[in-house]
């Protein structure tokens, strides 16, 4: 299976920071990369898909980029409502999940 | 607006079976490709299952093969998820999740999950 590796577990922000989450899969996976917030108590909540495709009704702080086997999730401005966890996932092949990312306020 | 809704969940003693439930409404049930993933107590997330929107087509990763079994009921707009040997490590929050369509698997909508406790 294609090995998902967020490289921070988690990092203090500040509100208004710019925020960059990266993923890094063992191996190619075509941009087949999809983002997810999760916030305490909460399922988790799709926000990017084919590594750069902003879901309906996702702030247009969020974007996503990258190719190959690295990609990235960046949040401009960080907001309150942004404090969560974030995982990736790919689905190029046998469907799995970054670790997560959690972003904690300084 | 899509809403699923998970039940089912509970306290079940290693090789133990149960039955999970997922009531779907707010989209076309029968057109859409369903999962399940879990989200383990250190909050890893690890898809489960996956069914075609007819039913005809069910896909499973290795650590649940032969444990696990998908199904669903477009008729009353339901998907399940059997589970039997269970094991410790299968402990987890399960959600039922909507793939949105065509060749990507991914998922767009989540419910709130349902929790499975495997302990003795």
């Known amino acids: 299976d294609i090995q998902m590796t967020q490289s921070s577990s988690s990092f203090s922000v500040s509100l208004g920071d710019r925020v960059t989450i990266t993923c890094k899969a063992s191996e190619d996976i075509y941009n087949r990369l999809a983002w997810y917030q999760q916030k305490p108590g909460n399922a988790p909540r799709l926000l990017i898909s084919g590594a750069t495709s902003l879901e309906t009704g996702v702030p247009s702080r969020f974007s996503g980029s990258g190719s190959g086997k690295d990609y990235t999730l960046s949040i401009t401005s960080l907001q309150t409502e942004d404090v969560a966890t974030y995982y990736c996932q790919q689905y190029w092949s046998t469907l799995t999940f970054g670790a997560g990312t959690k972003l904690e306020l300084k | 607006d899509v809403k699923l809704v998970e039940s089912g969940g509970g306290l079940v003693k290693p090789g133990g079976s149960l039955k999970l439930s997922c009531a779907a409404s707010g989209f076309t049930f029968s057109s859409y490709t369903m999962s399940w993933v879990r989200q383990t107590p250190e909050k890893r997330l690890e898809w489960v299952a996956t069914?075609?929107?007819?039913?005809?087509?069910?896909y499973y990763p290795d650590s649940v093969k032969g444990r696990f079994t998908i199904s669903r009921d477009n008729a009353k707009n339901t998907l399940y998820l059997q589970m039997s040997s269970l094991k410790s490590e299968d402990t987890a929050m399960y959600y039922c999740t909507r793939d949105p369509g065509g060749n990507s698997h991914y998922f767009d909508y989540w419910g709130q999950g349902t929790t499975l406790t495997v302990s003795s």
């Open positions: 069914i075609s929107s007819g039913g005809s087509y069910t």
